[in-house]
């Protein structure tokens, strides 16, 4: 049996294999009204059914079906604060076919990155409602926008404690530099609500300090070189090596046998996350050190907000996996070539935000697909993405580049050199920015989309309606 | 045949309803009736909203 908890979002369009499934003895909310079960039915002609049961005898509402009104309102359900047990095949439909929409919260002490970029958001710029003390006075909101610096001068970037201009970019320039006393915000111990922008924006421009889980872990590691020494001892007075393995292993062992199902598990959801308070918990070759090779069946946010070496990655085997839901949301390659390794999507059933935001990686070697692999903005926000090369066929639909404005001409190249020659009505999506700088007809031109060379590129796959965003 | 390609006026991008452009080069089974144009405002909206994750 899965467990789970909280909100949910169903998406608006839900497609999958014939099936049916029912389940009981969970409760949910939706449209503020308690329900008990689910009956979800996807019949072989592709209708979906999905109905919210309020009794045994299966009466329900339905969010989306053919036989009763579908209803825009019941599309949020809520399962409330504690994990429940949940049918396994309910579980899975679920995950494959919603969005988790949990609150973000923020608390304890962030650091900004020495200086931080312009924005465009609206929320930033109109202020983020949060309670923080920084250079030893307290605030309620924080914002990002212009300021005016002088008739004739213009406007520039600042960065906005309450009404206090704390930090004052240059004219002209597109980034904020952080003075010392103001790069130190306190949230408080406490969660505060944040608004989704706000998080976004110190996740990537923000660094949080001194998390409790890696105080912990880093007692964990102490512990462990404490029965490594006991160990030792007992295996020099008795004589016996057997003596000195244990007491080096044994911490080791107890944790990963248990984590890894004694080389078992093969659904990783979230296994090495690290914390949505930012921090890094998993640290490569200090505690992220698994014992058995990891073959997933299911990666969904597996590596969230990591931050690991190419090595580490390279040696997980993706090719049976089948959800990549934000396996690699936010992550970052450690080193500075940022080089994200090989990758086997083939078996892919669901790739929605599989890199999303993971401006810590510049390359990705090659992502081997399959015909069947499905694309929903896996690339949503990965904005210094250059190159990537794929493998296989693309043939299904709603491939997005749109945030990679960098994309090389080669990566440009793959993409389309890989799409089906034979496939009809389907869809792909590159960066404007990205296209016309690639291939632009002279150094700095940023024509690129009225170039010969892109039309006669894109004239190959004629079968294929190309976006450029 | 050549293809068919819908440029947005400034402020705006084309979407069939799943894929949005401010240029778009339709498939030889594509059509322009298939697209309308949205302003860049509704279509960031849409785009957070498509692409929220948790």
């Known amino acids: 049996m899965a467990r789970i908890k909280g909100k949910w979002e169903w998406y608006n369009v839900i497609t999958d294999e014939p099936c049916s499934l029912i389940g009981r003895g969970f409760s949910f909310t939706s449209n503020n009204e308690p329900f008990i079960g689910l009956r979800i039915f996807v019949g072989a002609g592709g209708g979906v059914d999905v109905a919210y049961l309020y009794d045994d005898d299966e009466q329900g509402v339905y969010y989306m079906g053919d036989s009763e009104v579908v209803n825009s309102n019941y599309r949020t359900i809520d399962f409330g604060s504690t994990q429940q047990e949940i049918d396994d095949g309910l579980y899975d439909f679920i995950v494959r076919h919603a969005i988790s929409r949990d609150p973000k919260t923020v608390r304890g002490k962030w650091r900004w990155n020495e200086s931080i970029p312009a924005t465009d958001s609206a929320d930033l710029m109109r202020g983020c409602a949060v309670s923080f003390t920084s250079n030893d006075k307290s605030y309620d909101l924080l914002s990002i926008d212009t300021v005016d610096i002088g008739a004739g001068v213009g406007s520039t970037w600042a960065l906005f404690y309450g009404s206090d201009t704390v ?187 599989m890199f999303g935001w993971c401006t810590g990686i510049k390359e990705i070697e090659e992502i081997c697909v399959s015909e069947t692999t499905p694309y929903s903005s896996c690339f949503a926000g990965t904005t210094n993405l250059v190159e990537v090369k794929f493998n296989g066929t693309i043939a299904q639909n709603g491939l997005n580049f749109k945030d990679c404005t960098q994309l090389s001409v080669q990566s440009i190249e793959s993409v389309i050199n890989h799409l089906s020659g034979t496939t009809t009505g389907l869809k792909v999506t590159f960066s404007r920015t990205a296209v016309n700088k690639a291939f632009e007809t002279s150094e700095g031109a940023n024509d690129g989309e009225t170039s010969a060379e892109w039309a006669g590129l894109i004239a190959t796959k004629s079968n294929w309606t190309i976006a450029l965003a | 045949m050549e293809r068919i390609i819908l440029r947005a006026k400034n402020g705006f991008l084309f979407t069939d309803g799943e894929v949005y452009g401010k240029t778009v080069y339709l498939g030889v089974n594509d059509k322009p009736e298939n697209w309308h144009e949205i302003s860049k405002d509704e279509y960031e909206k849409r785009v957070k909203e498509e692409e929220a994750i948790d």
């Open chain 1, 167 to 353: 930090c004052v970019g240059e004219a002209g320039s597109e980034s904020i530099p952080i003075s010392p006393e103001y790069r130190e915000m306190d949230f408080g111990s406490a969660e505060q609500e944040v608004s989704h922008e706000l998080y976004l924006y110190l996740l990537a421009n923000a660094t949080y300090l001194m998390p409790e889980i890696a105080e912990k872990l880093g007692r964990i590691a102490e512990n462990e070189q404490r029965v490594y020494d006991a160990g030792y001892r007992t295996g020099y007075e008795q004589g016996e090596a057997a003596g000195v393995e244990q007491g080096k292993r044994s911490e080791y062992d107890l944790f990963w046998d248990t984590f890894q199902k004694n080389g078992d598990r093969r659904y990783y959801e979230r296994a090495f996350a690290d914390t949505t308070n930012g921090g890094r918990m998993w640290i490569n070759g200090k505690n992220y050190r698994p014992k058995y090779p990891m073959k997933p069946l299911q990666a969904m946010q597996m590596y969230e907000y990591g931050y690991l070496p190419y090595e580490a990655i390279a040696a997980v085997d993706f090719s049976e996996c089948t959800d990549f839901y934000g396996t690699f949301a936010y992550f970052s390659i450690v080193g500075t070539d940022k080089k994200f390794p090989p990758i086997d999507i083939s078996s892919a059933t669901r790739t929605q935000n």
